[in-house]
Nanobody, 116 residues
């Protein structure tokens, strides 16, 4: 499975961005997809996840109510709509996929910078 993120950039506080993650390869094996982020000097943290079948979603407390994760199975693409962005949302955002056999895949990351 290959994952390619896009949609990062620079935005002012209060603005919005939408990230995309295009998956290719053995996508039928994916159970869960998610977004993680790593802020400067910090560890990589979970942002949101979405399951393949039922589309159940889960969010970190810091983004709940502001971010929305979704996926288009026909396009093998996952999205992260980010609204009401804050400077503390500045980070490299990574796409993640977990397969049926414990296999884990990561994208290369896309930078999101929120100016105050």
């Amino acid at each position: 499975v290959q994952l390619v993120e896009s949609g990062g950039g620079l935005v002012q506080a209060g603005g919005s961005l939408r990230l995309s993650c295009a998956a290719s390869g053995s996508t039928f094996s994916i159970n869960v997809m998610g977004w993680y982020r790593r802020a400067p000097g910090k560890q990589r943290d979970l942002v949101a996840t979405i399951t393949s079948g039922s589309g159940n979603t889960r969010y970190s407390a810091s983004v709940k109510g502001r971010f929305t994760i979704s996926r288009d199975n026909a396009k093998n693409t996952m999205y992260l709509q980010m609204n009401s962005l804050k400077p503390e949302d500045t980070a490299v955002y990574y796409c993640n996929a977990a397969g049926s056999y414990g296999d884990i895949y990561w994208g290369q990351g896309t930078q999101v910078t929120v100016s105050s």
